[in-house]
């Protein structure tokens, strides 16, 4: 049985300025990884101009098999870039977001209520390096090195929330 999945795209803030004029132009990229089990489809957001706090506010259904969600390194891979006219986007960050723990996944009910009902998770973007190492690890559709790539990813991600929770 496939559910959909919807996932709302609010807004980030504090981007790094990566044009000349100290501004960015973010757009989102989400998609599921790990790539052998979703495929490789990616959505986006709109371009929002000059801006290093974009609103979004945009809505995206992934139909997928709930059994999917519940694999080892199931997770969203947001990438945040800066869109360019005359050269190739620049990438403002990574994010992800573990999809094994989702709401209603495992209690086998329906959410309901809307999105009210339904936590607001803020991720904190990162940028990997070195990038071509990362990124040729990401594109490998070898199911078992995907799966340690998004392990990793995760582990610096909740390092990355630990250290951020502990400076308040
Ligand atoms: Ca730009």
Redesign the pocket.
Known sequence: MMFCFTLLVLNAKNLPP??TNG???PYVTLRLLPEDLFGKEVKKTETIKSTLFPLFDEQFDFDVDPELLKETGACFHFTVK????FSN??IAGHAFFNLNNVMGLHENINVTGGFGSVPQQTLNIFHPKPEGQYFEILETRDEERAKLFVKAEKDLYEKTVSAHVSEK
């Open positions: 990566l044009d501004l960015s132009d800066d869109y360019d006219k986007d620049d």
